[in-house]
Structures are given as structure tokens and as C-alpha cells.
């Protein structure tokens, strides 16, 4: 028979004590959900069944126990660290689940710049890891919007990827070993190896999980060497994105490394460079690492944009004042609250990636019908910002008014409107629905259709490391699978 909530919280104490299981309603109610459901949070609605506690785990130990005394009893865990999620990962799709909140796991636990690799536990938050490395002249290379939020465990879960991913990578790249709880499996350790053929990467079972398979208790990350003094900041305006990507792709297949390759369109790009860019598209590239390869990089680019007429110079100082403030600021938090609810204009995004040969096609597409068919638009752009040998990716973004609907149909109305429409036409195209936000609860229903045939391996890994179904249930997998 399943545990009441008050049976569940007495059993918590048990493993971590009372202090560090909070049944606060408030916090409750916010653990209940992520970003993606702000709109109706700011309002007050919360219509996820709310946690019957929020676990705050300070070892490995405490997590194993904890997951095991779900596995044994059928209650479903969320695993947690930065909170910065935003396609619904963190939502609580079940009644009487568990939050397990990995974010007092905040230990560095070594760096090795012999070996060139970091090991934090997972409740590190990658500004203290990459400010800490910078101090000793080094980097994780990870550098997504959200890192002065993130932590390490999320960041493995999600697949997240970092503004310098063409030169990085994303996070699968980066990650060296792992250590993970799981519930039919109990403490797991990758070693940490530079390379290794004994049978399949093990690795990238728990890389990109999203807590649905297992807990990321600690992750080693490679290092690199930090060169600021050597960056080249190069940008352009043009006309066209179809010049763009063809800009793209050219610096790509010749085999440069930019670590910062972005195209903007004219809408994204007036809200990012409306004092240099009015009515242009914009090309941005950084260069970096030893001085010999950032200037050879900077000045191939600057050839192979030379080829193309219509695009003109930007001065290279507005380009690196704009990175300087890239980075999502937490502290505006309260004020993005104020503005959307005073307005009830909202900004929400998807991303999404495809080949060269079909990513302006799935840009023209999206664009047309999003403008087409979704009422009160207030901005609607894309960009690219991480590129590949073989493709791209495409951020959507939208803003939209709010109106003649209630708090809760927001979702329905625009956000999961518009994201249909762009995950159709690019999975339509054999494009992939999801670049790196995650899949969370909300694109679940279209992931038997972006995996096709191989959609059967995804199942009989949930099956296989998952068997009572207590893993962040409806994540990745709809509920009902
Ligand atoms: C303003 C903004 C900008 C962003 N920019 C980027 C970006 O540039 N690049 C990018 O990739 N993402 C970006 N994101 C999305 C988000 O920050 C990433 O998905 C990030 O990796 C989440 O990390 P977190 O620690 O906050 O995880 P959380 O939000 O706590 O969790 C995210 C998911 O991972 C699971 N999870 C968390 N911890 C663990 C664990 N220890 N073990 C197993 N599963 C776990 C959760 O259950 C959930 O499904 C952005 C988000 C915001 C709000």
C-alpha cells in the first residue's frame, strides 16, 4: 500500500534528519514546478500535486538511502541543484513525490591541472568552479547563459552547452567520469580515463538522464587553459540568414574552431544590437586559446566573411561589451516578476538543431507559420548559437502579450503552441526537437517521433535502471508509456 505523505516524511527524517526535510507549504508549492510554468507561478496557480517534502542531501550515503527508501516504496524522486530548468524537468508530475535537493553538495572535491581535470560534487554551481579555475589560470570552457545559477548536476543531467561550444563543445564532451546513485543499482562510479574501448560509452547513460534513470552525485570535468588576454571579438551585420549560415557552415567544414560562432535575424538581433544593427542580421564570432591559433582563426574568418558582399565590419568593442553582459543576471529575477506581471508580456524560447541542408528551411518555415498562426506576438526571432561540422542549431524566441485567457491556458494558448509548431517542422524535416534545453515534461509527447525506430532503447533503458518507475516519472517518457 502506498505511504501516506506524513508516513513519507517520518521515514526522511529517519535518513537525514529533521532539519533537512522541509514540508514548509510555500516551498512546496515552488518546488512544484520550474521556469516553465512561471507565468502561472507569478499568479499564484500551482497546478502540479505538490511534493510531499523537499529532501536537501549532503553526501552520497544520504542520497542512496533516500533513493532506496523510494525504490522500495514506490515514491516518485525529482533530483534537483540549480533550479534553472525550463521545460518542466522539476515539475512534480506525481502525487507525493520527493524533491531531492543535491545543492548543499558543494564541495570541490579536487583539481588536477597535471591531469587537466576537475572532480565537484554535484551541487557545485559552475561560476564558483570556472571563477575559481580562471584565479589559477584555467577554465571549464562551459559557459551557458544560466551559470551563475546552474550546478554541476544539472548541468550533466540536462546535456547542457555553453556560449563556447564550437571551440568546448557541450557538456558531453567535458564530462571525464561520474559517480551516480541508482535505484536498482545503488552507488555507481565511472573512473576518470582520457579514452577508453571496452564496450559502450556507460557515460552517456547518465549524461542528459534529466533525473529520470539516476541521481548525478559527482562529476569530473575536463580543464583547459585560460588565454582572455588572446580573445578576438569579431561581428557583422548582413542581410540575409541564408548568407549566415552559409558563413557558418564555410568556417565550420574548413576545419576553424571560432569558440563563439552566433547568427542573429533582424528580429533577435534588435532586441540584443539595436544601436549598431537596426533592420541587419548579425554574425558574431569570438576566437580564443594560444595567441598563434586565435589570431590565424580570427583572420581566416575575417577572409571568408570578406567573400560575402553584404556584410559590413561591426567595431570589435561592441561585440565584447555585449558578452561582457551576457549572462543571466539572478538578482534581475524579481524585477523580470514585476515586469511580466505588470505587462503580462512574456518571453519564452525553444531550440532545437538540423544539418546544413535543411536548417534555413526549418528557420523560413517556423518563422511563417509561428507569425501566421499565434495571436498577440510582441517579438518573434531566432538565432544560432552553437555550430557543428555537419549543422547547427536554432533558438527560437518569443515574446508574447498575455491576454483574454486565463493564468493557467497561457501554456496552451502561445508557449506549447508555438513549440509544436517548431518541433513538428523540424522533426517533419529530420531535424532533432530539443538542442539543449532538455526535454522535460513537455516535449515528452513528441519523443516517440523524434526517436523513430531507435525509440525502443530509450524505453528499455528506463525499463532496465528505473524497473518501480520512481524517477522523475513523465520526464522524457510521458507518464502514460
Ligand atoms: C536564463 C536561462 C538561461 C539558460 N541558458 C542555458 C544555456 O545557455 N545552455 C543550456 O544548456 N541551458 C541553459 N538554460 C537551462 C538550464 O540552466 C540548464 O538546463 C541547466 O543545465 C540546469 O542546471 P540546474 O543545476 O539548474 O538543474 P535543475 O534545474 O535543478 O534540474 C534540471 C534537470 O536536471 C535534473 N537534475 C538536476 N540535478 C540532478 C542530479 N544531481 N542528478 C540527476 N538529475 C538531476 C532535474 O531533475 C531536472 O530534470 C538556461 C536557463 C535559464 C533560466
Not at 120 to 130: M, R
Not at 133 to 156: C, D, I, M, N
Not at 290 to 308: H, L, N, R, S
Request: aromatic share 8%; proline share 4%.
Amino acid at each position: 500500500m502506498a505511504l501516506s505523505r506524513e508516513q513519507i516524511v517520518e521515514e526522511l527524517i529517519k535518513i537525514v534528519g529533521e532539519d533537512r526535510v522541509v514540508t514548509d507549504e510555500q516551498v512546496l508549492k515552488e518546488s512544484s514546478v520550474d521556469r516553465f510554468r512561471r507565468f502561472e507561478a507569478y499568479h499564484g496557480v500551482f497546478r502540479m500535486p505538490f511534493p510531499a517534502a523537499v529532501v536537501n542531501v549532503q553526501n552520497t550515503e544520504e542520497v542512496e538511502g533516500v533513493i532506496r527508501f523510494a525504490n522500495d516504496n514506490g515514491v516518485n524522486v525529482v533530483p534537483r541543484t540549480g533550479h534553472s530548468a525550463t521545460e518542466g524537468g522539476l515539475e512534480t508530475a506525481l502525487q507525493n513525490s520527493i524533491v531531492v535537493d543535491g545543492s548543499g553538495m558543494n564541495k570541490i572535491v579536487n583539481i588536477d591541472t597535471y591531469n587537466m581535470q576537475a572532480t565537484v560534487q554535484c551541487g557545485v554551481s559552475l561560476q564558483e568552479l570556472d571563477d575559481r579555475l580562471r584565479e589559477e589560470g584555467y577554465t571549464t570552457g562551459h559557459s551557458p547563459q544560466s551559470k551563475p545559477l546552474a550546478q554541476l548536476g544539472g548541468l550533466v543531467a540536462t546535456r547542457s552547452i555553453g556560449q563556447f561550444s564550437t571551440l568546448y563543445g557541450g557538456i558531453e564532451d567535458m564530462v571525464v567520469g561520474l559517480e551516480a546513485v541508482f535505484p536498482n543499482g545503488g552507488i555507481t562510479r565511472i573512473k576518470n580515463v582520457p579514452r577508453r574501448a571496452a564496450g559502450p560509452d556507460i557515460r552517456h547513460v547518465i549524461i542528459g538522464n534529466e533525473g529520470a534513470l539516476c541521481y548525478i552525485t559527482e562529476v569530473t570535468v575536463k580543464i583547459f587553459k585560460y588565454f582572455p588576454e588572446n580573445n578576438r571579438f569579431l561581428g557583422y551585420t548582413l542581410d540575409h540568414m541564408k548568407t549566415g549560415f552559409e558563413i557558418l557552415r564555410e568556417v565550420m567544414v574548413n576545419g576553424y574552431r571560432p569558440s563563439v560562432a552566433r547568427l542573429y535575424d533582424v528580429e533577435d538581433g534588435s532586441y540584443h544590437f539595436s544601436h549598431f544593427a537596426e533592420g541587419k542580421c548579425v554574425l558574431i564570432f569570438v576566437t580564443e586559446g594560444v595567441k598563434p591559433i586565435a589570431d590565424a582563426t580570427a583572420a581566416a574568418i575575417e577572409e571568408i566573411v570578406g567573400g560575402y558582399d553584404e556584410c559590413e565590419q561591426v567595431d570589435p568593442k561592441l561585440i565584447e561589451r555585449w558578452f561582457a553582459h551576457l549572462n543571466w543576471d539572478p538578482a534581475n529575477l524579481v524585477a523580470e516578476k514585476n515586469e511580466i506581471m505588470e505587462t503580462k508580456n512574456i518571453c519564452n524560447t525553444t531550440e532545437i538543431s538540423g544539418n546544413w541542408g535543411i536548417i534555413h528551411e526549418i528557420y523560413e518555415v517556423c518563422m511563417q507559420r509561428v507569425r501566421n498562426e499565434i495571436p498577440d506576438l510582441t517579438l518573434l526571432g531566432a538565432h544560432s548559437s552553437h555550430s557543428y561540422l555537419n549543422g547547427t542549431n536554432l533558438y527560437f524566441v518569443y515574446f508574447y502579450n498575455v491576454v483574454d485567457c486565463r493564468p493557467e491556458e497561457e501554456l496552451t494558448k502561445y508557449h506549447l503552441a508555438i513549440k509544436k509548431i517548431i518541433v513538428d517542422e523540424t522533426i517533419k524535416a529530420g531535424g532533432s526537437m530539443c538542442h539543449h534545453h532538455g526535454v522535460g515534461k513537455h516535449r515528452t509527447q513528441w519523443i516517440e517521433k523524434e526517436y523513430g525506430s531507435s525509440y525502443f532503447i530509450l524505453r528499455t533503458l528506463k525499463k532496465a535502471f528505473d524497473p518501480n518507475g520512481i524517477m522523475n516519472m513523465g520526464t522524457i517518457i510521458p507518464l502514460e508509456d
